[in-house]
């Protein structure tokens, strides 16, 4: 990493925590999208993406995610004890054009001087000392006013990415920006491939807050505008900073490519990065890096396999997996879902989670939902039952609620709970229970050093809205 600690300014990494979670389902979901799941290490990538960029030239990272996502990062980072600037909530969902402006006001506030370095959540690379030089090398052209991205060096003849065309050499670590390329036919890829002049579009950018604020004036200004406002009316809630709503729905909803790159011509340029890199895109994609058996398979997973050939096998269930005499065929077991396809077809995974999305099917979210206090698990649900693990952090509680429609009962797996249950307050011990009724306000207290573990089983009318909160009853959870 010797270039990377030349850097005088710091490098203000910016992680873009977006996504929906389609083409990874049905591990990926909607709420819980790929970055926050451990998909090539025992690490979510969003913690991966994070620890590239560790060390005193960069500082402290800041997120951008939307509001639904904020304790899966906040929980993601804790875990991990990875310190954060800032988690910026997003109240709509934008592209990344208002996502990158944002993330220029906020460092312009911080540290007009400094350099931005945009990183999308969820890619791998091999080799991240190997990246992190880039990075270095690529610091050493910021003072200019280029935006500079990062073109990754083509290894096979991809249709499923953008192409960036290079020009002339700017200096020793950049190349101008000919033109933008949309994702290629096969054989046009195979061209892209042979040629010299071609590089994947990899969605990182780097530049100094100059050069990013200089590029939105000038070609993107009602962005510009509009998230500086959004910004400038920010509230400070708990660990998050939350941009306003009303200003950021004004923001047009376009990709920094679209609104910027392709645009600022001259004031363009590309850093090659000569490095093993994926986006993760598709099951297929995680089976290129995974380590595999003698007949190609990638078998992760509680699962019992025999006679098949270059399969991607998972199971993240609690039950076992049996697979038998099959080739190219992508398997995924996730706790609220079974997905089956040949690799061949892996790209209408999109149709059918948008098919499902329709129907309100409940295996398009996750099982497992994350909040300020820990996280619950649903084992099983119907519309008048449902079975959850409820997770408790040490020194942590829920929030006083009442259900109207429904009974709760919690029975103790690990740990100590203290419950409030209307005007009683008690504790039980691991093997001990209790039932909430109806219309009873509840909460479960964790003194504990140690995380509580509740098995709830819920009967009645299962709505998850079913949450009242009466101001008088509510006590400080977090």
């Known amino acids: ?25 049905p591990l990926s979901t909607k709420d819980l999208p790929k970055q926050f799941h451990a998909l090539y290490s025992d690490k979510p990538i969003i913690i991966e993406t994070a620890l590239r960029v560790q060390g005193h030239q960069f500082a402290k990272p800041t997120v951008i995610c939307n509001e639904g996502q904020r304790f899966h990062v906040a929980s993601c980072f804790h875990d991990y004890n990875i310190e954060l600037d800032d988690i910026i909530l997003e109240p709509v969902s934008k592209s990344t054009a208002a996502a990158i402006a944002t993330a220029t006001h906020h460092i312009r506030k911080k540290d007009p001087e400094g350099i931005i370095l945009i990183l999308p959540s969820d890619h791998y690379f091999k080799d991240t000392s190997s990246f992190v030089d880039h990075i270095g090398k690529a610091a050493q052209s910021a003072n200019s006013n280029h935006i500079i991205t990062f073109g990754i060096t083509p290894t096979k003849p991809e249709t499923g990415y953008g192409y960036i065309r290079i020009g002339d050499r700017i200096d020793d670590n950049l190349y101008a920006i000919d033109q933008y390329v949309e994702k290629p036919d096969r054989e046009t890829a195979n061209e892209y491939l042979a040629s010299s002049q071609y590089y994947w579009n990899g969605g990182i950018f ?15 200004p009602d962005i510009w505008a509009t998230v500086g406002e959004a910004y400038g009316q920010a509230q400070k809630d708990l660990d998050f900073l939350r941009l306003d709503k009303d200003h950021m729905k004004g923001s047009p909803d376009e990709s920094f490519d679209y609104a910027i790159m392709e645009k600022i011509g001259g004031h363009g340029a590309m850093h090659p990065l000569d490095v093993e ?20 398979n990638v078998v992760l997973g509680d699962i019992s396999e025999n006679n098949n ?5 998972r199971n993240s269930n609690d039950r076992s997996l049996a697979v038998l005499g099959l080739e190219d065929i992508v398997v995924v077991s996730s706790q609220n879902a079974v997905f089956v396809a040949h690799k061949d077809y892996l790209q209408d995974i999109e149709i059918i989670c948008e098919n499902m999305i329709q129907k309100n099917c409940p295996s398009i979210y996750s ?5 300020p206090w820990g996280q619950i698990k649903t084992l099983q649900s119907n519309g008048h039952f449902a079975a959850k693990e409820v997770t408790i952090y040490p020194n942590k509680s829920t929030a ?18 203290t419950i409030t249950r209307g005007d009683d307050v008690f504790d039980l011990h691991a093997g001990q229970s209790t039932a909430i009724p109806q219309n009873t306000h509840h909460q479960i207290q964790n003194n504990g050093d140690v995380p ?7 009967s009645g009318e299962i709505d998850e809205a079913d949450v009242i909160r009466p101001d008088h009853l509510k006590k400080k959870t977090i």
């Open 206 to 220: 780097m530049g100094s807050v100059n050069a990013f604020e200089g590029a939105f004036q000038n070609h993107a």
């Open 277 to 296: 890199w994926n986006d993760l895109g598709s099951w297929d994609a995680l089976w290129d890096i995974a380590n595999k058996n003698d007949d190609g």
């Open 1 to 25: 990493m010797s270039i990377g600690l030349k850097i005088v300014r710091k490098i203000y990494p910016i992680i873009l925590s977006g996504g929906s979670g389609k083409r990874l389902w």
């Open 400 to 417: 006083v609620q009442v259900h109207q429609l429904r009974s709760e009962h919690w029975v103790v797996i690990e740990g100590v709970a």
């Open 309 to 313: 050939k270059n399969c991607y096998l």
């Open 452 to 458: 509580l573990v509740i098995f709830e089983v819920q």
């Open 367 to 371: 099982a497992i939902k994350r909040q």
